[in-house]
């Protein structure tokens, strides 16, 4: 990444000027996003497979994750163009400024889309028919925001739509595991996006967005305690199910280690912390994965 952004980057934004302002849309400057929606991707993929994943299956659902992550993030700016110019965080994003015009990023949307249903077409019928409901989930979620506090918990489900989705491109089917390791994500999603949501909350209130973190208010670290936890659970339950061995749970303990870090950051609720504590979420999915993974290397 860092040697894009230096001698590479120069010379393609030489060629292409305009070239940083659409990765900059698309967030490809910032993996964070594309991480988060990465992790639960690979531990349905390697639980669904029994540790043993289709190589085809894996590199359509690595690329289409960038790929949706960076339509997720094209449509939300479209959505919150005429509130980002009043946040701080989020004043100078290449729409507000007029970088990039507004049919551009509807273009951009429809080719990102585009790319990511010929992966699907790929697949199975099932697969296909599910990948429907990931594009509802991310159109939807930007305009949540502005009729819900939990605009989260539809972000929840747009991140862990991958888990269904790429279960059924593995086995065909759908199980009650699936849908455990879905509502255990969702769970924890929620929990990272209200961390994100503490940052702005200031400005939230006064352009009158919402979010979980105004709803929670001064329960809101607690409420994220207990949301980890219960995603934590919800984990155990799926590794009780599946026979899975310790290397799987001692994942667990480090990541329900890294959430009591996350708590120690965002207790006095500066801006700060929170981001920091939104940034660690992506250790806690690689220490999960790190434990899947683990676990069927040292089984098998």
Request: hydrophobic fraction near 50%; include cysteine; charge should be positive.
């Amino acid at each position: 990444m860092q040697e894009f952004r230096g001698p590479m980057k120069a010379t393609l934004t030489r060629y292409f000027p305009r070239l940083d302002d659409f990765i900059r849309l698309m967030r490809l400057d910032k993996p964070i996003g594309t991480l988060l929606l990465l992790w639960p991707t690979l531990w349905s993929l390697w639980l669904s497979a029994e540790g043993v994943p289709n190589l085809g299956v894996l590199a359509i659902f690595v690329t289409g994750v960038v790929l949706m992550r960076s339509a997720g993030c094209v449509i939300n700016d479209y959505a919150d163009r005429r509130f980002d110019g009043h946040v701080k965080r989020t004043c100078m994003r290449p729409i507000v400024t007029g970088k990039i015009a507004e049919k551009e990023v509807l273009g951009l949307f429809s080719g990102l889309v585009l790319m990511s249903f010929i992966l699907v077409l790929l697949t199975n019928p099932l697969t296909i028919g599910l990948s429907f409901g990931a594009l509802g989930l991310a159109v939807i979620y930007p305009f949540m925001k502005r009729h819900t506090h939990l605009p989260q918990v539809v972000l929840g489900a747009a991140f862990g739509w991958s888990i269904p989705m790429a279960w059924a491109a593995q086995t065909g089917e759908l199980t009650a595991m699936t849908w455990l390791l879905f509502t255990a994500n969702l769970l924890w999603t929620v929990a990272y996006d209200t961390q994100y949501a503490m940052v702005d909350r200031d400005d939230d209130l006064r352009i009158g967005i919402k979010s979980t973190a105004i709803l929670f208010g001064e329960l809101d670290t607690l409420i994220n305690a207990v949301l980890q936890i219960l995603a934590l659970v919800g984990l155990l339950f799926v590794g009780a199910k599946l026979s899975l061995g310790w290397f799987y749970y001692l994942g667990l303990v480090g990541a329900a280690g890294l959430f009591v870090y996350q708590y120690r950051l965002t207790r006095t609720r500066e801006r700060d912390g929170c981001f920091k504590a939104f940034l660690n979420n992506h250790w806690v999915g690689m220490t999960i994965f790190a434990g899947i993974f683990g676990n069927y290397l040292i089984s098998g």
